[in-house]
């Protein structure tokens, strides 16, 4: 590898980490996070366990990749500098359901993982803490554009509504009806925003 250019040698180490990550979600979502052995990542990812310690940092550094990977994914982003451009509350609320919804499908697995480890980890513990707080303060900001264009019941303030946002769109509402209940997710999508419509105003 020492050999290769600088370039190829960036594509090359850029490679193996996603190799390792992909390896690392997988057995994760399948085993659990303390059953997956460094081992198992390295058989899967194939590369020798001790690349996965020096590309990753073992077990903690792959978990907080993950947790970076899903709390920090691009549509957040994308999805609250839309949000800003919008005055329609019911647009603004149908938006939020569908991007949830969209994060549940893509990062599912991740997010299950983490809430059911934390509790018996501290590092995971505290990344759930940090990856909550990212989360929080996006469902702020769009209480905030709920607020600003007279979608709230008056007397609603920013907070009471993020706390109701939070009760619809944060951890919960989509696995209690798609995973718990069956629904489709198109089902529980069209089912939150309107129960959170109803609730706001």
């Known amino acids: 590898?020492?050999?290769?250019?600088?370039?190829?040698?960036?594509?090359?180490?850029?490679?193996?980490?996603?190799?390792?990550?992909?390896?690392?979600?997988?057995?994760?979502?399948?085993?659990?996070?303390?059953?997956?052995?460094?081992?198992?990542?390295?058989?899967?990812?194939?590369?020798?366990?001790?690349?996965?310690?020096?590309?990753?940092?073992?077990?903690?550094?792959?978990?907080?990749?993950?947790?970076?990977?899903?709390?920090?994914?691009p549509i957040v982003a994308q999805t609250l500098s839309q949000i800003e451009t919008l005055t329609d509350p019911d647009e603004i609320l149908r938006h939020t359901a569908a991007v949830v919804r969209s994060m549940r499908e893509t990062y599912g697995d991740i997010i299950r993982l983490v809430l059911s480890t934390a509790p018996h980890n501290p590092e995971l513990a505290e990344n759930l803490r940090v990856a909550t707080t990212r989360y929080r303060d996006a469902i702020k900001t769009v209480a905030t554009r709920l607020h600003d264009v007279g979608g709230l019941r008056e007397g609603t303030t920013v907070a009471e509504a993020s706390d109701i946002l939070w009760f619809y769109f944060g951890y919960s509402g989509y696995f209690t009806l798609h995973d718990d209940n069956g629904w489709t997710y198109e089902r529980s999508e069209n089912w939150l925003a309107t129960q959170a419509a109803a609730a706001l105003r």
């Open 1 to 73: 590898m020492t050999d290769l250019p600088r370039g190829r040698r960036a594509e090359y180490a850029a490679a193996t980490r996603a190799a390792i990550t992909d390896a690392a979600r997988l057995l994760f979502a399948r085993n659990g996070f303390f059953a997956t052995k460094i081992d198992d990542i390295a058989a899967e990812a194939r590369v020798a366990p001790a690349t996965v310690y020096a590309v990753t940092g073992g077990k903690q550094g792959l978990i907080r990749t993950l947790v970076d990977l899903w709390s920090q994914a």
